[in-house]
């Protein structure tokens, strides 16, 4: 079993800076086989399975396994002199621009290899390596302060009391917990963590380990710099190795689709090789389970698979060979969550998350903020007295609770409006009225009691007994007590 002893010493105690992650250095390209870290059996046998697809050059052959043709030579070489590769032409003078093509004897290994495994590609870094590179990240991250946080979340309009609570658990690295009354932010506050602590990271595009092979780089979760770097530089930087991918420290979010075996790696018994499970997608950045407890799972088996990494900041994957081995847990787990913690969790595990944070509903004067914000990013035009008539009309008689997001909704319900009537986009009683009669239900409606058991078809003449305020369903702000707190703008 492979020991990460050091590695989780240095990712709990390395000595980040208090500054903004800087530009993470790259990892140097590989000048000899022996400098990739891989065997020349796994190296010989991407090769046969990339030609396996038609004739490449051998620079089109370094693009697609990601590794100089200077390292692919000795290979491409040894195939020759084993009658399984042939050259059909050159488009240059030297070997890297020749025509390289499998022979009959060469198209027969590539079938064997792809019954090995049917992975093809950007060759895999060792596990060694991405160890090492995880270490390095750690060391690189720095410490936030008020001023970063609050770069990082002005797109929100966010409590001091929150953002308080949130700084020293990003600094701290360990997991936060969520929680409060549905619709005040917790979801983007989650996200907003990824993009307050910053910076960028390589990722491989796959691992090796024990032979077998672990795909890590997913275009849904990671975004890649790459291109960007492309577009925006004429001077080439130094050669990096091209099995690394440049990204933003990555958010992944998962929500009431997550699942146990979402967690362990999975093997595709028809192409019999590994994809990352999410937490290892996300390290080195923020893993949000949001709606945590409304999985198709219990919480307690999500929780309980999770204690260990929690505590020693290590996870333990196994291949279906039965090989168990360590990888670093560098993530920030972020819980998310509209149900009482102590309903999905006990004291042993939320004790293991040592941040605790109540998300509450936002204040009057939160609320009027977030309302122009969202004027202001639909082009239409504030008017605080239009907050003060929504309050009047709709929230206080009901006593209903002000959410984060019903300024969003009811001004998309109100531009909805004005494009159905053909109307200049703009903000009005009645228009605010219309809105909040498709968003709230409505409590004066009456609705139909139950019969009662045993008493069968009402006649003509019974009584229609409407639902009581206590009994009617509730609308979508109406189960909390309004507690006052500082939830964030949508």
Same mark, same amino acid.
């Given at each position: #079993?492979?020991?990460?002893?050091?590695?989780?010493?240095? =990712?709990?105690? %390395?000595g980040?800076s208090l500054?903004?992650?800087?530009?993470?250095?790259?990892?140097?390209?590989p000048?000899t086989?022996?400098?990739?870290?891989?065997?020349?059996?796994?190296?010989?046998?991407?090769?046969?399975?990339?030609l396996?697809?038609?004739?490449?050059?051998?620079?089109?052959?370094?693009?697609?396994?990601?590794?100089?043709?200077?390292?692919? &030579?000795?290979?491409?070489?040894?195939?020759r002199?084993?009658? =399984?590769?042939?050259?059909r032409?050159?488009?240059?003078?030297?070997?890297?621009?020749?025509?390289?093509?499998?022979?009959? +004897?060469?198209?027969?290994?590539?079938r064997?290899?792809?019954?090995?495994?049917q992975?093809?590609?950007?060759?895999?870094?060792?596990?060694?390596?991405?160890?090492?590179? #995880?270490?390095?990240l750690?060391?690189?991250?720095?410490?936030?302060? @008020?001023?970063?946080?609050r $770069?990082?979340? %002005?797109?929100?309009?966010?409590?001091?009391?929150?953002l308080?609570q =949130?700084?020293?658990?990003?600094?701290?690295?360990?997991?936060?917990? +969520?929680?409060?009354?549905?619709?005040?932010?917790?979801?983007?506050?989650? &996200?907003?963590?990824?993009r /307050?602590i910053?910076? &960028?990271?390589y990722?491989p595009?796959?691992?090796e380990?024990d032979?077998?092979?672990?795909?890590?780089?997913?275009?849904?979760?990671?975004?890649?710099?790459?291109e960007?770097?492309?577009?925006s530089?004429?001077?080439?930087?130094?050669?990096?190795?091209?099995?690394?991918?440049r *990204?933003?420290?990555?958010?992944?979010?998962?929500?009431?689709?997550?699942?146990?075996?979402?967690?362990?790696?999975?093997?595709?018994?028809?192409?019999?090789?590994?994809?990352?499970?999410?937490?290892l997608?996300?390290?080195?950045?923020v893993?949000?389970?949001?709606d945590?407890?409304?999985?198709?799972?219990?919480?307690?088996?999500?929780?309980?698979?999770? *204690?260990?990494?929690?505590?020693?900041?290590?996870?333990?994957?196994?291949?279906?060979?039965?090989?168990?081995?360590?990888?670093?847990?560098?993530?920030?787990?972020?819980?998310? /969550?509209?149900?009482e913690?102590?309903?999905?969790?006990?004291?042993a595990? +939320? @004790?293991? *998350?040592?941040?605790?944070?109540?998300?509450?509903?936002?204040?009057?004067?939160?609320?009027?903020s977030?309302?122009?914000?969202?004027?202001?990013?639909?082009?239409l035009?504030?008017?605080?007295?239009?907050?003060?008539?929504?309050?009047?009309?709709?929230?206080r008689?009901? $006593? @209903?609770? #002000?959410?984060?997001c019903h300024p969003?909704?009811? =001004?998309?319900?109100?531009?909805?409006?004005?494009?159905?009537?053909?109307?200049?986009?703009? *903000?009005?009683?009645?228009?605010?009225?219309a809105?909040c009669?498709?968003?709230?239900?409505?409590s004066?409606? %009456?609705?139909?009691?139950?019969?009662?058991?045993? %008493?069968? /078809?009402?006649g003509?003449?019974?009584a229609? /007994?409407?639902?009581?305020?206590e009994s009617?369903?509730?609308?979508p702000?109406?189960?909390s007590?309004?507690?006052?707190?500082?939830?964030?703008?949508?």
């Amino acid at each position: #079993m492979i020991k990460l002893t050091d590695v989780v010493g240095g =990712l709990q105690a %390395s000595g980040a800076s208090l500054q903004a992650p800087g530009p993470v250095a790259a990892p140097p390209a590989p000048h000899t086989l022996a400098d990739t870290g891989l065997g020349a059996d796994l190296v010989e046998q991407l090769l046969i399975k990339t030609l396996y697809g038609g004739e490449a050059t051998g620079l089109a052959l370094s693009e697609r396994i990601c590794l100089p043709f200077a390292v692919l &030579e000795p290979s491409v070489e040894r195939a020759r002199a084993e009658q =399984l590769v042939e050259v059909r032409g050159a488009t240059g003078t030297t070997s890297s621009s020749y025509r390289y093509s499998l022979t009959d +004897l060469g198209r027969d290994r590539a079938r064997q290899y792809l019954d090995i495994n049917q992975y093809t590609g950007a060759a895999p870094v060792p596990l060694a390596a991405y160890v090492a590179r #995880m270490r390095t990240l750690a060391a690189t991250r720095g410490y936030i302060d @008020r001023d970063r946080l609050r $770069e990082g979340f %002005s797109h929100l309009v966010i409590g001091d009391r929150v953002l308080e609570q =949130l700084g020293p658990a990003v600094n701290a690295n360990k997991a936060v917990f +969520l929680y409060g009354e549905p619709g005040n932010g917790k979801t983007v506050i989650g &996200e907003g963590l990824g993009r /307050t602590i910053g910076g &960028e990271m390589y990722m491989p595009h796959a691992i090796e380990v024990d032979g077998q092979i672990i795909v890590m780089f997913d275009p849904i979760n990671h975004e890649r710099l790459d291109e960007e770097d492309n577009r925006s530089s004429l001077i080439a930087g130094a050669p990096r190795d091209r099995r690394w991918v440049r *990204i933003r420290r990555p958010v992944v979010i998962a929500g009431g689709e997550l699942t146990l075996d979402m967690l362990d790696l999975t093997f595709n018994p028809g192409s019999r090789f590994y994809e990352a499970p999410l937490q290892l997608k996300a390290n080195g950045g923020v893993f949000l389970v949001d709606d945590f407890g409304r999985q198709r799972i219990r919480p307690e088996d999500l929780l309980n698979r999770w *204690i260990v990494p929690l505590e020693s900041r290590v996870d333990y994957l196994t291949l279906h060979t039965g090989k168990k081995f360590q990888v670093p847990f560098d993530v920030l787990i972020v819980f998310a /969550t509209n149900l009482e913690p102590s309903s999905l969790a006990d004291e042993a595990f +939320l @004790r293991r *998350i040592p941040y605790k944070i109540a998300i509450g509903n936002p204040s009057i004067g939160e609320f009027t903020s977030i309302f122009e914000l969202n004027c202001r990013r639909r082009g239409l035009k504030f008017h605080q007295v239009m907050v003060a008539y929504l309050h009047r009309r709709h929230y206080r008689p009901e $006593e @209903r609770p #002000m959410r984060a997001c019903h300024p969003r909704d009811l =001004l998309d319900q109100v531009a909805a409006l004005c494009r159905y009537r053909r109307i200049e986009a703009t *903000i009005t009683r009645e228009l605010l009225d219309a809105a909040c009669q498709s968003y709230f239900v409505d409590s004066e409606v %009456s609705v139909p009691a139950a019969p009662s058991s045993g %008493s069968g /078809t009402r006649g003509p003449g019974s009584a229609q /007994t409407a639902y009581s305020p206590e009994s009617r369903v509730p609308d979508p702000g109406s189960r909390s007590s309004g507690r006052k707190s500082h939830g964030p703008h949508l």
